[in-house]
């Protein structure tokens, strides 16, 4: 009963968010954090993160993308399958209803003045959780962030570098990151086993002394 | 061949072959799709892409409805949008598997720590676009201060002002900007 409670929860929510994801790809990642991190506390704000990482270097719309991971955290295959069935539902039955009235929809004043102020509502929600998002970031990794924030903006905003260059660029800098740390870390317990022989030896020698 | 099994399959390239998300989708969807086997004309596609900016959900999705829709109604609306994300749901499958897996291990965390930070930017980067054509009506990077539009820059500040001080829920600031919108535009 209660699981089938949370994949209720789970597709009504994923049904929610889709159909408020004006602008596709990332505008979903500050939606999805505010219900499942937030909200209901099914994800941490690093799982959020990460998530949205292999979301957008997977291939496919990074909405789906990101509910399919959503999904399969909460409650494995049968989950993400909730969750896709959620995430396309929105868009399938709005497309289709507005390829049968395509010419009225697109000259209508009205439809035109609501979305022209959704959208000023959008930008606002993802400027909010990009503050949130880049404040925590800050605060785990100083340097790191005031690094890889401002030369990642740079390099996809102004230069047009494709994004999957980027992760893979991130991909291996982790990697290399990684093994400079793993051989300091071995030169480290190499000196530090070469002080304890020294002080065994030392304490040996005094032991003897003494005997002596 | 069938017309269904021909949608499946060319839309499931389209989910296999779109990395990146949003825009990487829209040269494949024009070379199948109008070039290929002339579904729909280049200002047919031209119009479904506004449509997919205006409408809530990701462009590839929006695409295969509309297409499938176009050539074989609702039917062929379900089948080329499940060929779309097939792909996706085998793929990400996987992925999200071996993330659960390994994200403990030490290689796998300091990967994700240096991804952390880039993926914000890259949100911000996508806001920064957002907010772009919002306030100016345009996709490139402008500070033509004439050419701004004021009624969205208010409902911008007031939107971030209501999510930042009150935390209110982002559906709800949406809806409100979006019947601002109809007042001001309307009115004024």
């Known amino acids: ?212 | 061949m069938n017309i269904y099994i021909e949608l499946l399959l060319v839309f499931m390239q389209v989910g296999a072959l779109s990395i990146g998300g949003g825009y990487a989708a829209i040269p494949i969807i024009q070379s199948r799709v109008v070039e290929q086997y002339a579904w729909l004309t280049l200002s047919d596609f031209t119009d479904l892409i506004t449509i997919a900016e205006m409408t809530p959900g990701p462009i590839a999705i929006n695409s295969a409805t509309f297409v499938g829709m176009q050539v074989a109604g609702i039917g062929g609306a379900v089948v080329a949008t499940i060929g779309c994300i097939i792909p996706s749901a085998i793929i990400v499958s996987l992925l999200a598997f071996l993330y659960f897996k390994f994200r403990s291990l030490d290689i796998v965390k300091d990967i994700l720590t240096v991804l952390r930070p880039a993926i914000v930017a890259l949100i911000a980067s996508a806001g920064l676009g957002i907010i772009i054509l919002a306030f100016w009506g345009t996709e490139g990077f402008t500070t033509d201060t004439s050419a701004l539009n004021i009624v969205s820059v208010m409902i911008f500040a007031l939107s971030l002002f209501l999510l930042r001080k009150y935390k209110l829920n982002p559906i709800a600031v949406m809806s409100g900007a979006g019947a601002l919108g109809a007042v001001f535009y309307l009115l004024l």
Not at chain 1, 46 to 52: P, S, Y
Not at chain 1, 108 to 125: D, P, R, T, Y
Not at chain 1, 181 to 208: A, F, P, Y
């Open chain 1, 1 to 212: 009963m209660k699981k089938k409670g949370r994949l209720l929860k789970l597709f009504t929510t994923s049904l929610y968010i889709s159909a408020f994801t004006f602008g596709g790809g990332f505008v979903i990642i500050p939606l999805m954090r505010k219900k499942f991190v937030e909200d209901l506390h099914w994800l941490e704000e690093q799982e959020m993160l990460d998530l949205a990482a292999i979301a957008q270097s997977a291939p496919g719309a990074i909405a789906v993308n990101a509910a399919i991971l959503l999904g399969y955290k909460i409650m494995g295959i049968l989950g993400a399958l909730v969750a896709i069935l959620g995430t396309i539902i929105p868009p399938m039955v709005i497309i289709s209803v507005i390829s049968f009235f395509y010419n009225a929809f697109r000259t209508n004043v009205v439809v035109n003045a609501v979305l022209s102020g959704m959208q000023a509502g959008v930008a606002a929600v993802i400027c909010d959780v990009v503050i949130t998002m880049a404040t925590t970031n800050v605060k785990q990794n100083k340097w790191l962030s005031a690094v890889v924030m401002p030369v990642v903006f740079v390099l996809t905003y102004f230069l047009d570098v494709n994004v999957v260059y980027i992760i893979l660029g991130c991909i291996g800098i982790g990697i290399v990151w990684f093994v400079v740390q793993h051989v300091h870390k071995k030169q480290l317990e190499k000196q530090q086993k070469g002080n304890d022989v020294t002080d065994v030896n030392v304490t040996h020698r005094r032991h003897w002394r003494i005997h002596k």
